[in-house]
């Protein structure tokens, strides 16, 4: 029979996610950022002196500082709503309805299960109902929900039903192809697999529009 520990570690290893929102309690805001990075400090101090570093080395000194601010400032900064991208939307005056796809868009986000890197490209499309978004939100939708600790399938889906909401339609698709440094760096240590999921709503069900896109995803621009 298998322990608490075995449970943990198989949670960890096979990336299992266990909701399709991130997880937070519900006094998550009531620390302002300048007190989440003190306690942040205080505690990240105390890891690496239980690792045996000397922290009056000056290259160690000033890193319990560093990387709080870099946590809530930075890479988790999407946790807070109140970073949120706007999502402003306009009228498609000019009845454009075929397919748009935003392509090879940066991911930077971190494993939840090890606070290890995900490095990869998000693919993202839509069919407007009458509604448009600015090309470079959908870069910034991408990004805040990628700075948070993820799962990548929970990230594909909270991109797809943030744009299904302020779109106002289901015709909505994402695909991301990511590198996992819990997988490259430890573990198993494979430098050269990669994850990728993907998310399909609407019209994007249908075999014959996701066969589209995907020949999209296949074009290269040649400047």
Do not use: W
């Amino acid at each position: 029979m298998k322990n608490g520990l075995d449970i943990i570690d198989e949670v960890g290893d096979n990336h299992i996610m266990s909701s399709g929102d991130t997880p937070m309690r519900s006094d998550a805001f009531e620390l302002s950022d300048d007190e989440k990075i003190a306690k942040i400090e205080e505690h990240f101090e105390q890891i690496m002196q239980t690792l045996g570093l000397d922290l009056t080395d000056d290259s160690l000194s000033g890193t319990p500082k560093r990387v709080a601010k870099m946590y809530v400032k930075e890479i988790f900064g999407g946790l807070n709503p109140a970073k949120a991208p706007t999502s402003s939307t306009f009228d498609n005056k000019y009845k454009y309805n075929e397919m748009l796809v935003e392509k090879d868009i940066t991911v930077y986000s971190t494993c939840e299960h090890h606070f290890l890197p995900i490095v990869g490209k998000a693919h993202v499309a839509y069919f407007s109902e009458g509604k448009v978004i600015g090309l470079s939100k959908m870069n910034r939708i991408v990004d805040y929900y990628a700075k948070r600790p993820q799962v990548q399938e929970r990230l594909t889906m909270q991109i797809v039903n943030h744009l299904q909401k302020y779109l106002g339609t289901d015709d909505v698709a994402c695909i991301i192809d990511a590198k996992h440094l819990c997988v490259n760096s430890r573990g198993i240590r494979d430098i050269q697999s990669s994850t990728v999921t993907s998310e399909f709503g609407g019209r994007f069900k249908e075999p014959e529009v996701r066969k589209e896109l995907m020949q999209y995803l296949q074009m290269k621009v040649t400047l």
